[in-house]
């Protein structure tokens, strides 16, 4: 399993960018696909978007064109590109294989204030 630890959350302003890191461990990490999730109050944890273990991308409607999912397998760390920032864009986000198989983090907290 992959355990990972998100930073680079907090508050964004409307039409802004956020970057999110995830620092993960596991020796198995760059053969894993993961993912970036985000969770808002009061509804489920959803996936927003994924990276194979070649590179290979996909993304939620919701993210799409605006979001970018990107890995460095030698820092084992998984990164999210925000931009163009939404008050819907506010979640706490988390990373984790894909599917999530692996022990939940704590999270980074991400608010989009207009």
């Known amino acids: 399993q992959v355990h990972s630890v998100e930073s680079g959350g907090g508050l964004g302003q409307v039409g802004g960018e956020l970057r999110l890191s995830c620092a993960a461990s596991?020796?198995?990490?760059?053969?894993?696909?993961m993912g970036w999730y985000r969770q808002a109050p009061g509804k489920q944890r959803d996936l927003v978007a994924r990276?194979?273990?070649?590179?290979?991308?996909s993304y939620a409607d919701s993210v799409k064109g605006r979001f970018t999912i990107s890995r460095d397998n030698a820092k084992i760390t998984v990164y999210l590109e925000m931009n163009s920032l939404k008050p819907e864009d506010t979640a706490v986000y988390y990373c984790?294989?894909?599917?999530?198989?692996?022990?939940w983090g704590q999270g980074t907290q991400v608010t989009v204030s207009s």
């Open positions: 984790n294989e894909v599917p999530p198989t692996a022990p």
């Open positions: 596991g020796s198995i990490f760059s053969i894993k696909p």
């Open positions: 990276i194979s273990s070649s590179g290979s991308t």
